[in-house]
């Protein structure tokens, strides 16, 4: 076997076990694995390896945090899969970000989404965002206070130029899963009273929470969208690095 092959049969078996926890996660709450989207997050591992996940998803969905290290490993794998830009968004990046992703996690007050709005227009594309709230409250953490959500929320479903269709969050690091639960809940409960509301789209649906130590409970919890990254490279060298894991 060749090293390439190796790489992909590794790969392949760390996907294989991530989605059966999926799909063991959804079944708890009589949904199905195909409820809930994995991106994976391949901000710890270089293109080479990028390049051979391609084949074994049917639909390549990749998050990264940084808008230049997007662009490496885009230029890598060139054409299939969809790009998720999940870690803070600088506003001098904005163009440079809407000519790779296709989502953007990390929307979190008014004028970064005027921004976006407006060079998406500019450019022609029509990104999918989603708005970031601070459910812990934590200072590390970025994202808006549930408090600001709903001017923000409202904002993004009257902007022109991009599609508003749910919440991100980022819960706590903590060495017991469990400890997210509530956080998860919580963006759960926010993103139903907005839908609620009548002020929102109705593609208003998306949740997205839950990293490699926390995703079965946010599955639980409701999760539409998962980002994993340390669990899909294990035995592939150093993927421990950094917030999104």
Do not use: Y
């Amino acid at each position: 076997m060749n090293a390439l092959s190796g790489v992909a049969s590794v790969l392949q078996r760390n996907l294989d076990a991530v989605r059966g926890r999926i799909a063991a996660a959804a079944a708890k709450r009589g949904r199905t694995a195909d409820a809930v989207r994995l991106v994976a997050v391949t901000k710890s591992v270089g293109p080479e390896i990028v390049r051979e996940l391609v084949p074994l998803l049917q639909d390549a969905q990749f998050g990264e945090n940084r808008v230049a290290d997007a662009e490496e490993r885009a230029a890598a794998v060139q054409k299939g899969p969809t790009w998720h830009l999940i870690g803070h968004l600088q506003a001098n990046k904005v163009r440079r970000a809407l000519g790779l992703f296709s989502w953007v996690h990390s929307v979190d007050d008014v004028d970064l989404l005027t921004r976006i709005d407006r060079i998406a227009h500019e450019v022609g594309v029509r990104p999918r965002i989603l708005l970031q709230v601070n459910v812990s409250g934590e200072a590390s953490k970025s994202g808006c206070t549930p408090e600001a959500l709903r001017p923000l929320a409202v904002a993004a479903a009257a902007a022109g130029h991009v599609d508003v269709v749910g919440l991100m969050t980022m819960a706590p690091l903590d060495r017991e899963p469990e400890a997210s639960r509530p956080w998860f809940r919580a963006l759960r409960e926010l993103r139903d009273e907005l839908a609620r509301s009548g002020d929102m789209p109705a593609g208003f649906t998306q949740l997205s929470m839950g990293m490699t130590n926390d995703f079965e409970i946010a599955v639980e919890e409701g999760a539409t969208i998962v980002r994993v990254g340390r669990a899909l490279f294990l035995g592939l060298g150093d993927s421990s690095a950094g917030p999104h894991r």
